[in-house]
Every structure is written in structure tokens, then in C-alpha cells.
């Protein structure tokens, strides 16, 4: 299935979750927020919420800095 993630198209394999997707896009441990259709998904539901087809998903990291 095609999925946006951080505004470029990915496949994703059927029944991938936003868990899924966030690890192919990074591999921050910590400081990682994920947005999916514009709606902020809490960290405990990244594994239990599956993508659709043409789903929008964003996934932010944090960055410290001065």
C-alpha cells in the first residue's frame, strides 16, 4: 500500500502499523512524535493503529540545539 510520510511516498506492506512506519523513517529511540491524517497518535497506540492506503503520516524528532 502507498502511504505519505513526511510528505514522500512510501510502501508499506498490508496491515502495517504507524510503529511500522516510524522505524523506517528513523531510529531515534526517544523524542519521536507521529502525526497520523493530522492527528497527533499517542506513543501506546503507534502498534495498534494500522495504516490505509493513502494514509498522511508525519513523524517528528526532536532536536536539541542552541
Not at 510520510?5 to 512524535?33: I, K
Request: glycine share 10%; proline share 3%; hydrophobic share 45%.
Amino acid at each position: 500500500m502507498k502511504v505519505i510520510v513526511n510528505g514522500e511516498p512510501r510502501e508499506l506492506p498490508e496491515g502495517a502499523s504507524v510503529a511500522d512506519a516510524v522505524a523506517s523513517v528513523t531510529t531515534a529511540g526517544t523524542g519521536v512524535a507521529a502525526a497520523l491524517n493530522d492527528e497527533v497518535v499517542r506513543r501506546s497506540a503507534w502498534s495498534a493503529t494500522t495504516l490505509r492506503d493513502d494514509d498522511r503520516l508525519e513523524v517528528l524528532t526532536a532536536v536539541q540545539g542552541g
